[in-house]
C-alpha cells in the first residue's frame, strides 16, 4: 500500500497496466488496493477502458496529513521562501508534493500571498520564481519532458525541449540537469535564466547520467568554464574565520596563524566585494586588477551617502 501511495503522488497518472507491473502485482489486485486507499481517504480517480489508469486527485483534501487550510498554505509559503533562497534542495521536492495535493482554493491563497512578499536572499544570487522551480521539480519527479525558453550566457533565446533529470544547488544558483532532445546530449541550465516552463504530458524513461551524480557532473562540467575573474586576495584574520564565512563559495588556504589567502572564480565582483566589507580586515588585493577598481568604486559611493547630510524639510 505504501508503495502504491508513493507511486501515486510521483506521477500525476499512471495508466493501470504499467502500474500494475511497478508493482509487481495483478490488475485485479491493484484495484482492490485502490479501493483499500480511498477508504483511508485517498482521493484516486480511476478511468476504464485500454487505456484506463490511475491518478491521485489533487482539490478535494488534503489527506492523510489533516491539515486545516491555514496549516497547509503555511506549509507551502514557507517551502517556496526556503525553495527561492536556495536553502535547501529537499525544499523544492517537498514543495512540489505538496502542492500536487492542494485544492485550487488553497492554490489562489498562496499565489496572493507570494504576490506580496518580497524574500531575502543572502548574498545577492539571482531572484528565482518559486512557481518556475515547482514546475521543474515536478517534471522532474514525474518524469516527464519539459517544454521552456532560455537564454543562454551568450546568444538570443530558443526554445528548449528536454527530459529532466534533476535539480542541483550549486553556490547562490539553481540548476537543471536535464536530456536535452534537440542536442541528443546532456546539458545544464541555470533556472534564473529559464522562462515559461510547460509540462508536456509526455512521459519518458530516465536515462543513466554519467557517474551516476547529477551534483558532480555539474561540478565537472562547470569547472572547465573559465570564469571571467580569478580572485586572490591576502586577509589579515585567521582562515577559520574566514572559511566560516566564505563558505562553499570560495577556497581558503592558511598563510599563518593571523592570515590566509582567499581564491574565488567568479563573474560577478560584487560578492567578494562584500566578503571584504563584512569581514572589516586589513587585506591586500593580488587579483584581479577590476576588484580594485570596484572596491574603491564602492566605498567611495558608500563613503558619499556617510557624509551627505539630508536636506531640511
Request: charged share 25%.
Amino acid at each position: 500500500m505504501l508503495r502504491l501511495l508513493s507511486l501515486l503522488q510521483t506521477h500525476r497518472y499512471w495508466p493501470g497496466s504499467e502500474l500494475a507491473g511497478r508493482l509487481d502485482v495483478s490488475p485485479r489486485t491493484l484495484r482492490r488496493d485502490v479501493d483499500r486507499l480511498r477508504d483511508l481517504g485517498y482521493p484516486v480517480d480511476a478511468s476504464r477502458g485500454v487505456a484506463g489508469g490511475y491518478q491521485l486527485q489533487a482539490g478535494a483534501a488534503v489527506p492523510p496529513l489533516l491539515l486545516d487550510d491555514d496549516e497547509a498554505v503555511a506549509i507551502a509559503v514557507g517551502l517556496r521562501t526556503s525553495a527561492v533562497a536556495g536553502f535547501e534542495e529537499t525544499s523544492v521536492r517537498a514543495l512540489a508534493k505538496v502542492i500536487q495535493l492542494l485544492p485550487p482554493r488553497l492554490r489562489r491563497r498562496i499565489d496572493a500571498l507570494r504576490a506580496v512578499t518580497a524574500p531575502g536572499a543572502f548574498g545577492g544570487g539571482p531572484t528565482l520564481d518559486a512557481a518556475v522551480l515547482t514546475t521543474l521539480a515536478m517534471a522532474c519527479r514525474g518524469e516527464e519532458r519539459l517544454r521552456f525558453e532560455y537564454t543562454p550566457r551568450e546568444g538570443s533565446s530558443s526554445t528548449r525541449y528536454v527530459e529532466p533529470h534533476h535539480l542541483v544547488p550549486i553556490g547562490r544558483r539553481w540548476y537543471l540537469v536535464a536530456w536535452d532532445l534537440d542536442r541528443g546530449d546532456w546539458r545544464s541550465f541555470r533556472v534564473d535564466r529559464m522562462a515559461a516552463p510547460e509540462l508536456t504530458g509526455a512521459r519518458f524513461r530516465p536515462r543513466d547520467i554519467p557517474g551516476g551524480d547529477p551534483a558532480a557532473w555539474l561540478r565537472s562540467r562547470m569547472s572547465k568554464i573559465p570564469a571571467r575573474y580569478d580572485v586572490s586576495v591576502v586577509l589579515q584574520t585567521p582562515a577559520a574565520s574566514l572559511r566560516a564565512f566564505v563558505g562553499q563559495y570560495g577556497a581558503v588556504d592558511e598563510l599563518t596563524d593571523t592570515s590566509c589567502r582567499m581564491h574565488m572564480n567568479t563573474d560577478d565582483l560584487g560578492w567578494p566585494v562584500m566578503v571584504l566589507g563584512v569581514m572589516g580586515v586589513p587585506f591586500t588585493v593580488e587579483s584581479p586588477a577590476e576588484l580594485r577598481d570596484s572596491i574603491r568604486t564602492t566605498a567611495e559611493t558608500l563613503l558619499r551617502g556617510a557624509t551627505t547630510a539630508p536636506e531640511a524639510a
